[in-house]
């Protein structure tokens, strides 16, 4: 299969007031397309910023960093904004969406970044919305919906400008087992029918082993 | 990025109000500040421009300002500062007159709201009349010569408005006004004269006046016109040099003092206007900075979800300047209506107004690029980490 993401010898080390935290302490890694990885550790070992780093929201120490056999390390933040908005979806573990916003223009924002008119973001942000079955909730404020609801429209904000992988931080971290399943399901789902590559961090080993391979993380360092 | 802005605004209400509110304020007081002073500085140097030619005699007592009432001065000695300048003066526009505040000025450093002016029948253009402007009687008489009413008066057309808003009567031909206790018959009303001595005007025949003021004797100065441009310096030395007691007030005379009057109000306002410009500046830049701060996290999202930072800082500029047009707006309509409605004398202008509104909308627009500039710096990670 073909490699989309590879990270070679990275670290990344910051600064806590006096001291130096290493997050990464070597990490290397190559990630598959179409595939579902689970990066399960304790807190603390590095998961997130791993997560940050592959999502270009953050430059490794040293390393580098592969996406599609390019180099992104040595991108600046204008090139590495316009991967985010084009190649990469994110889902967070608080949903964060944007409460100003009903659920149809939390979705289509994300493809208006891409300079996509906003009658065709939002045609195309119904498609998803109806995917993830949230098309009777087009018109309602992230206030009125439930936690399940909110990570729906999570993702279907992150795979509405179809991107090549979604890195998904928790997704079920707020969300009660059940819920936390269906979204799980969900995702497998997607990731099957669609073959978007997908990452996500947990805690939860059931969570985890719903994927295609789990990446163990501690102290900064890939277990196996 | 402007819907978003605008959604910003609508769905943050009483944020966005209380900005607007304060932005409103500031405006309101800064435009009312300065039209005022505008106004003052417009009337003056109108004042000022319009008495051009004419020189002014009075007693050294009544100071420099003109007109000046309340030192009397014989009319004998008057008669003879005629004479003596007759040579150099042009003896038909060179009068005796005699000045009485009936309605103190609005403002500092302006002419009383209501002058009665005594003035010689047939002479009424050395006072109404200058090199600048000839007044002509909107209706009736511009002169007490020929009339056959027997307690006349000549009214500027300030002083007919004052008197109508007093008194709720309309001001015509032959309506009868009181006059300190007295009833006199309106004769002529006169025309507009860029001169506000002339607007603010209530003449009457120099004898009647001075009978009404128990002053039978006295006036208060002469107006002398110059036979030409050199001789100015003609009449201001005979004055000098035979008249020790007496003033000579040209129109640079009024200028000057005008000036140095309202110099240091001026200034004074000046500083109000500038501090509560610069309080609006900081009130925006306060606001955005709070509000920036407080959207870190959703704006961590839009750079993680692809917004580039030009889209962040286009967002945030256009909120502010929706907010800074909305309250530079309201403030343009509640500081107009003061001027027009509420002050004493309607100082409404629309061009003062309308040069105040882009300076705003400019400045609160510099105070929130501070702001918007910083957030945008921030980097995803970080903003998305933010508590």
Redesign the interface.
């Known amino acids: 299969m073909k490699t989309i993401l590879k990270l070679e010898n990275v670290t990344k080390k910051y600064s806590l007031g006096s001291t130096v935290v290493h997050a990464l302490r070597g990490v290397n890694i190559e990630l598959e397309k179409g595939k579902y990885y689970s990066i399960v550790g304790p807190s603390g070992s590095g998961k997130s910023t791993l997560l940050h780093i592959l999502g270009c929201m953050d430059l490794p120490s040293t390393g580098e960093v592969w996406i599609n056999s390019r180099p992104v390390h040595c991108l600046n933040e204008t090139q590495l904004t316009k991967i985010r908005a084009v190649e990469l979806g994110f889902i967070f573990q608080s949903f964060h969406l944007n409460p100003i916003l009903t659920v149809l223009e939390n979705v289509s924002i994300a493809l208006q970044f891409l300079g996509i008119g906003k009658a065709a973001a939002q045609e195309r942000a119904r498609e998803w919305l109806d995917r993830v079955g949230l098309d009777h909730r087009l018109d309602h404020y992230p206030s009125e919906l439930s936690g399940g609801e909110r990570q729906r429209v999570a993702i279907a904000r992150a795979l509405v400008k179809k991107p090549q992988f979604v890195l998904a931080d928790e997704p079920t971290g707020n969300l009660d087992s059940k819920t936390g399943q269906e979204i799980i399901s969900l995702l497998r789902k997607i990731n099957r029918e669609a073959g978007v590559t997908i990452v996500q961090v947990t805690h939860d080993r059931e969570i985890a082993e719903m994927g295609d391979e789990i990446i163990s993380f501690r102290d900064g360092r890939i277990l196996q | 990025m402007i819907?978003?802005a605008i959604?910003?605004i609508l769905?943050?209400r009483i944020r966005s109000l209380m900005t607007i509110s304060g932005i409103t304020v500031m405006m309101t007081l800064v435009i009312v500040i300065t039209g005022i002073v505008s106004y003052q500085v417009r009337t003056m140097n109108a004042h000022a421009a319009a008495g051009s030619g004419k020189i002014n005699v009075q007693p050294m007592l009544a100071g420099m300002t003109y007109p000046a009432g309340g030192i009397d001065l014989p009319e004998s000695e008057a008669a003879a500062v005629l004479l003596d300048t007759e040579a150099y003066s042009q003896p038909a526009l060179c009068a005796r007159v005699l000045f009485f505040t009936l309605k103190e000025p609005l403002y500092p450093n302006q002419p009383p709201e209501l002058i009665l002016t005594g003035i010689e029948a047939g002479k009424e253009e050395s006072f109404t009349g200058s090199v600048a402007q000839d007044v002509r009687p909107a209706a009736g008489v511009e002169t007490f010569t020929g009339t056959t009413i027997e307690q006349p008066v000549i009214v500027g057309e300030h002083a007919a408005d004052v008197y109508e808003a007093e008194t709720g009567q309309e001001i015509n031909i032959g309506t009868v006004l009181d006059i300190l206790g007295q009833p006199y018959t309106v004769a002529g009303l006169l025309d507009h004269s860029a001169d506000i001595v002339v607007n603010n005007a209530v003449i009457l025949p120099l004898d009647q006046a001075q009978d009404l003021l128990g002053k039978e004797g006295f006036v208060s100065s002469i107006l002398l016109v110059a036979a030409d441009i050199n001789t100015d310096a003609d009449i201001l030395q005979v004055i000098e040099t035979r008249y020790p007691q007496l003033n000579v007030v040209t129109d640079d005379t009024v200028r000057r003092n005008a000036q140095s009057g309202i110099a240091l109000f001026e200034a004074m306002v000046n500083t109000i206007s500038t501090v509560a410009v610069l309080c609006a500046a900081f009130l925006i830049m306060t606001v955005t900075l709070i509000t920036v701060r407080e959207r870190t996290?959703?704006i961590g999202?839009?750079?993680?979800?692809?917004?580039?930072?030009w889209?962040v800082i286009g967002s945030v500029i256009w909120e502010i300047f929706l907010l800074s047009l909305a309250g530079s707006l309201l403030g343009g309509v509640a500081s107009g209506f003061i001027l027009a409605f509420a002050l004493q004398e309607n100082l409404f202008d629309i061009v003062h107004i309308l040069t105040y509104l882009p300076l705003a909308i400019l400045l609160t627009l510099a105070a929130g690029l501070v702001p918007a500039l910083n957030i945008s710096r921030i980097?995803?990670?970080e903003a998305?980490r933010y508590e």
Not at chain 2, 301 to 309: T, Y
């Open positions: 819907d978003y959604k910003n769905r943050r996290r959703e999202v839009l750079r993680a979800l692809g917004a580039s930072k889209t980097l995803p990670v998305l």
